[in-house]
């Protein structure tokens, strides 16, 4: 069955970067893209970007596009999101998602990451 | 940037009585290749991530009950839950993926009345 575990969580001060990964399994790993979607407390869901596993390809959140890097490691069936230069409005839950076939939604959800920034 | 808004915002209802909530695009969201909005529902309880519930606007994911319905054309969408349950109690969100960024809606907070 398909698994999405993601790391745990992260406390870091303002200006630090954080790398949240996302580790999948039961499927083939090159053939499904993952979505990350992060949501801040008490707050609704925002979407950073996507990435194919496949090839790298991304999208990125214009907001975001300065400050996040999606990536992928297909040997290890594992995917991540960087994001630097954070300030207090970054502390949410960050979620990352696969495709459901056809990149038609976000069918498999990690269990999401808390990330806190905080002086 | 295609932006959608629900309505309402939050939503009591009893159990047993149907509940619907509404999603509205600013742009068209129709995938031209194979006639179908581009466009999900999901569900998601607190402290739970969101669990997909519809994709191209209608389609049940499969293992979704049969009381969760959704339709929608051109810029309005809407998803139905025929008869409430409490496990049902959720926030509802659409986001379409018609085109990056793939934006949610703000949200529905559906309540027991």
């Known amino acids: 069955q398909v698994q999405v575990v993601q790391s745990g969580a992260e406390v870091k001060k303002p200006g630090a970067s954080v790398k949240v990964s996302c580790k999948a399994s039961?499927?083939?790993?090159?053939?499904?893209?993952f979505s990350w979607v992060r949501q801040a407390p008490g707050q609704g869901l925002e979407w950073m970007g996507w990435i194919s596993a496949y090839n790298g390809n991304t999208l990125y959140a214009q907001k975001f596009q300065d400050r996040v890097t999606l990536t992928t490691d297909t040997s290890t069936g594992t995917a991540y999101m960087e994001l630097r230069s954070l300030r207090s409005d970054d502390t949410a839950v960050y979620y990352c998602?696969?495709?459901?076939?056809?990149?038609?939604?976000?069918?498999?959800w990690g269990q999401g990451t808390l990330v806190t920034v905080s002086s | 940037d295609i932006v959608l808004t629900q309505s309402p915002d939050s939503l009591a209802v009893s159990l047993g009585e149907r509940a619907t909530i509404n999603c509205k695009s600013s742009q068209t969201i129709l995938n031209s290749s194979n006639n179908k909005n581009s466009l999900a529902w999901y569900q998601q309880k607190p402290g739970q991530p969101p669990k997909l519930l519809i994709y191209?606007?209608?389609s049940r994911e499969s293992g979704v009950p049969e009381r969760f319905s959704a339709s929608g054309s051109g810029t309005h969408f809407t998803l139905t839950i025929s008869s409430l349950q409490a496990e049902d109690v959720a926030s509802y969100y659409c986001q379409q993926y018609h085109s990056a960024p793939h934006s949610f809606g703000q949200g529905t907070k559906l309540e027991i009345k």
């Open positions: 998602a696969r495709d459901r076939v056809g990149r038609t939604g976000a069918l498999y």
């Open positions: 191209w606007a209608s």
């Open positions: 039961g499927y083939t790993f090159v053939n499904y893209g």
